[in-house]
Nanobody
Framework: VQLQASGGGVVQAGDSLRLSCAAS????????MGWFRQAPGKEREFVSV????????YYADSVKGRFTMSRENAKNTDYLQMNSLKLEDTAVYYC????????????????????WGQGTQVTVSS
């Protein structure tokens, strides 16, 4: 599985950005897709995860209500819509995949993910 993240950039606080993650693989619709981020000097942290069916998504408390994750299985792509961006959202954002459907608690640990994209930089300025 190969992942290609895109859509990062430099924006002002309050602006919006949409990240995309394009995945290879024949069974994308079965994949569990997630986003993580890593700010300078900090550990990588969970941002969001979406189920294979696009019906269930889960978010870190820090982004809940501002970020929305979705997916288009026909395009092998998922998206992270980020609204009302804050300075503290500045980080490198990584998409990741678990190549199977998850059951039970949504996977929030980076150790649960098998494949990673290269990361895309999001910088929020005041």
């Amino acid at each position: 599985v190969q992942l290609q993240a895109s859509g990062g950039g430099v924006v002002q606080a309050g602006d919006s950005l949409r990240l995309s993650c394009a995945a290879s693989g024949r069974t994308f619709s079965d994949y569990t897709m997630g986003w993580f981020r890593q700010a300078p000097g900090k550990e990588r942290e969970f941002v969001s995860v979406i189920s294979w069916s696009n019906r269930n998504s889960y978010y870190a408390d820090s982004v809940k209500g501002r970020f929305t994750m979705s997916r288009e299985n026909a395009k092998n792509t998922d998206y992270l819509q980020m609204n009302s961006l804050k300075l503290e959202d500045t980080a490198v954002y990584y998409c990741a995949v678990i190549p199977r459907i998850f059951y039970g608690p949504p996977p929030r640990s980076d150790k649960q993910y098998n494949y990673w994209g290269q990361g895309t930089q999001v910088t929020v300025s005041s």
